[in-house]
């Protein structure tokens, strides 16, 4: 069964930076493609950026130039650097196994001065 683990969320004021990491189990990682994801009050839940097993990404156009999606195989670990970061990317953030479609649990991201 596969499992995502997210952290790395919390408060950060306008301008700053976070990492965010998602940890994965129970798969193949390697294979599969994963994606961030997050999700406003009162908003649908919307993609921020996504990675193959090839190493190639995505970006939502809000984020790019800001955010930088990463993965580490051996460590089963897919990465959200987001920088510069905005009051409007408050958000709870998940990541998403594209291959099994599980998600993980969440992990909250204000962005406040």
């Known amino acids: 069964q596969v499992q995502l683990v997210e952290s790395g969320g919390g408060l950060v004021q306008p301008g700053g930076s976070l990492r965010l990491s998602c940890a994965a189990s129970g798969g193949i990682f390697r294979i599969d493609a994963m994606g961030w994801y997050r999700q406003a009050p009162g908003k649908q839940r919307e993609l921020v950026a996504g990675i193959w097993n090839s190493g190639s990404t995505n970006y939502a156009d809000a984020v790019k130039g800001r955010f930088t999606i990463s993965r580490d195989n051996a460590k089963n670990t897919v990465y959200l650097q987001m920088n510069s970061l905005k009051p409007e990317d408050t958000a709870v953030y998940y990541c998403?196994?594209?291959?099994?479609?599980?998600w993980g649990q969440g992990t909250q991201v204000t962005v406040s001065s």
């Open positions: 998403k196994s594209e291959l099994y479609r599980v």
